[in-house]
């Protein structure tokens, strides 16, 4: 299945994997998303469980 993605969720996807590789921590990511660090850790989670795809 063929996926297009936006600039925005290229974005999202980038600083989500950032997280997961430990490069930078949630409240930062928050921060750039300008979202609460509660939804992040969802997006982490979403993200570990289906990849790119699940947060779409």
Avoid: H, P, W, Y
């Amino acid at each position: 299945m063929l996926l297009t993605m936006t600039e925005n969720e290229l974005s999202r996807i980038n600083v989500i994997q950032d997280v997961c590789d430990k490069q930078i921590t949630g409240v930062e990511a928050a921060r750039r998303l300008n979202l609460s660090c509660r939804q992040v850790s969802r997006l982490v989670k979403r993200f570990t469980q289906f990849g790119a795809g699940g947060l779409l």
